[in-house]
């Protein structure tokens, strides 16, 4: 089956979809676009730029975000991307995301087992929330991947957890204004062969102590630093590295790189939006 439509019409079908584009340009959102389960939005073969706002997945599973760029998004509560009331199974990648009122990606209210890969942030403020909330204790179920990401002078948010288990590897995080990684009320933090490049701010790593809602003292986040490499006087202080997860409680077969030179060479190349062609052979699709 193939159709044609607007973005928003293929985002909104029940049936699950491949959504494609037949040409290049600019999608002015006037407000967010809800995405319904089991949606691929592939921006592959053109360059699609979404401004203004966002997608926003909402009780949803199975979407994948491939080869978009989002810029300006505008008001209050404007993230480029929004998981939240348990979206499940959610995979970002290859996007370019600038310069949103609020986020550019928000993982929350229980929204689990999303991965974000081969990103490039830029020209932004608070870049990434995982759990918006202390008081949101039901988000101790989220489990984030990120990897392979250029964070390319956003200020801070890199990303900042609460409750969650996040795992980070192969990111090139540069140039950050508060710092870069953020562990908060109870997070489990694990970096591994990641690259902090400082900016004038040195510190990498901060840490926040807060109450969760079921609970009657404060607790911080912790996290655990293992063969990241640290550049321009980038510091690394970990804490509680001894309580952050296992990653082999969730999967084994994985590829760490070395933190070095060519990994920031190879990052730079490959994070963000791409000149890549879109497949021949596709699913039931919708053509914009």
């Known amino acids: 089956m193939k159709a044609n439509g607007t973005l928003r019409d293929g985002c909104k079908k029940t049936e699950p979809l491949w959504i494609v584009f037949d040409v290049s340009g600019t999608v002015h959102v006037a407000k967010n676009i809800r995405v319904q389960s089991y949606k691929t939005i592939d921006g592959r073969g053109q360059r699609i730029k979404i401004t203004n706002k966002g997608l926003q997945l909402k009780e949803c599973e199975h979407v994948i975000i491939c080869n978009l760029e989002f810029e300006?998004?505008?008001?209050p509560d404007a993230d480029a991307i929004q998981l939240k009331s348990k979206s499940r199974h959610v995979w970002i990648d290859r996007c370019t995301l600038s310069d949103y009122d609020d986020?550019?990606?928000?993982?929350?209210?229980?929204?689990?087992?999303?991965?974000?890969?081969?990103?490039?942030?830029?020209?932004h403020?608070?870049?990434?929330?995982?759990?918006?909330?202390p008081k949101h204790f039901e988000d101790r179920c989220i489990r984030v991947t990120i990897?392979?990401?250029?964070?390319d002078g956003t200020r801070q948010r890199h990303p900042?957890?609460?409750?969650?288990?996040?795992?980070?590897?192969?990111?090139?995080?540069?140039?950050?204004?508060?710092?870069?990684?953020?562990?908060s009320v109870e997070s489990q933090v694990l970096s591994q062969h990641c690259i902090y490049e400082a900016g004038d701010k040195k510190k990498g790593f901060e840490y926040y102590c807060e109450k969760a809602g079921d609970?009657?003292?404060e607790a911080w986040g912790t996290l655990r630093s293992e063969n990241d490499?640290?550049?321009?006087g980038a510091q690394g202080h970990m804490q509680g590295p001894n309580q952050v997860f296992g990653v082999e409680e969730f999967y084994s077969n994985y590829t760490l790189e070395s933190a070095d030179a060519e990994l920031i060479k190879k990052i730079q190349r490959i994070a963000g939006w791409q000149n890549v062609p879109r497949p021949c052979e596709l699913a039931p699709h919708v053509v914009i």
């Open 72 to 75: 300006r998004g505008a008001g």
């Open 147 to 151: 990897h392979h990401c250029f964070y």
């Open 125 to 133: 403020n608070k870049t990434m929330l995982i759990g918006a909330d």
């Open 229 to 232: 490499l640290f550049l321009n």
């Open 160 to 183: 900042r957890v609460r409750f969650a288990k996040v795992h980070l590897y192969n990111n090139y995080t540069r140039g950050w204004s508060v710092y870069a990684v953020c562990a």
């Open 103 to 123: 986020g550019l990606i928000d993982v929350t209210r229980q929204s689990s087992f999303v991965t974000v890969s081969r990103c490039h942030f830029f020209n």
């Open 215 to 217: 609970k009657d003292h």
